[in-house]
């Protein structure tokens, strides 16, 4: 097999921007939006691009005005693909089992409730607590909200990349990978130095600065902890990077 690493390209005549965990960011996204449309209007490319790339929600204070704004004002002029995160599918397993809400809420669930104006359950709230926080979020989430998150979808390919939250398994071919551990892997994808047969694109772990790599690129830049939000822009075989702040 050819190492894809060494050539990865995306077709001509197209430009993809992908966009790295917000948790909640709303003022972030907005920012970063507004630079990937500035950037875009110097664009030679037909075919324009946004991919985001899950971990919508928890964390920081705006989980619904994230989703609002992802699933009812796309960017005007891209084709825009929208990718589920650990945390989006934590939020959808809550409204199917309100068992899990303990740890749903200790990883930041309690700010996307307050978000949909939900009491969060204390840290030693007993399952009917759960009970009635999840009958409450069901009442308050739109159904504009509530179909965004459960039309996500868990990987998308453009030319040599290949685009998921987490990362993928190494060794288990792209077409038979699980759900799963395109959310949620972590150790084993970023432990590994070789050829995964595309570039992945991905977030999920957090890093002070992106980590570009032949075989794979984590934009996950810590937006829900002080730090900025990130951008790949991808067009041809160049890669470069937007984000908010200033360098």
């Given at each position: ?17 992908a966009?790295?965990d ?52 796309p ?57 009635e ?27 040599d ?68 939000l ?18």
């Amino acid at each position: 097999m050819a190492d894809v690493a060494a050539t990865a390209r995306v077709p001509d005549g197209h430009r993809v921007y992908a966009v790295g965990d917000i948790h909640g960011r709303l003022d972030l996204l907005d920012e970063l939006q507004c630079k990937i449309a500035a950037d875009a209007e110097a664009a030679a490319a037909v075919n324009r691009t946004v991919v985001y790339l899950g971990d919508y929600v928890d964390r920081g204070a705006e989980s619904r005005g994230v989703v609002a704004r992802l699933a009812l004002r796309p960017l005007d002029g891209f084709e825009s693909v929208h990718l589920m995160g650990n945390h989006e599918d934590f939020l959808l397993q809550f409204l199917e089992r309100p068992e899990v809400g303990p740890d749903w809420v200790h990883n930041g669930g309690d700010l996307t409730l307050a978000s949909y104006d939900v009491a969060p359950p204390g840290a030693w709230a007993g399952p009917d607590a759960f009970d009635e926080a999840r009958e409450a979020l069901l009442a308050a989430l739109p159904e504009s909200h509530l179909a965004f998150l459960r039309g996500l979808a868990t990987s998308h390919v453009v030319g040599d990349y290949l685009f998921v939250h987490a990362g993928i398994r190494p060794g288990v071919p792209l077409e038979r990978q699980r759900a799963c551990d395109l959310m949620w892997i972590r150790r084993e994808f970023l432990a590994h130095q070789g050829d995964f047969g595309k570039v992945v694109v991905h977030g999920h772990t957090p890093v002070k600065e992106v980590d570009s790599r032949p075989n794979r690129i984590g934009i996950d830049t810590g937006a829900a902890y002080g730090g900025p939000l990130t951008a790949v822009v991808l067009e041809g075989a160049e890669r470069r990077f937007l984000r908010t702040g200033s360098w």
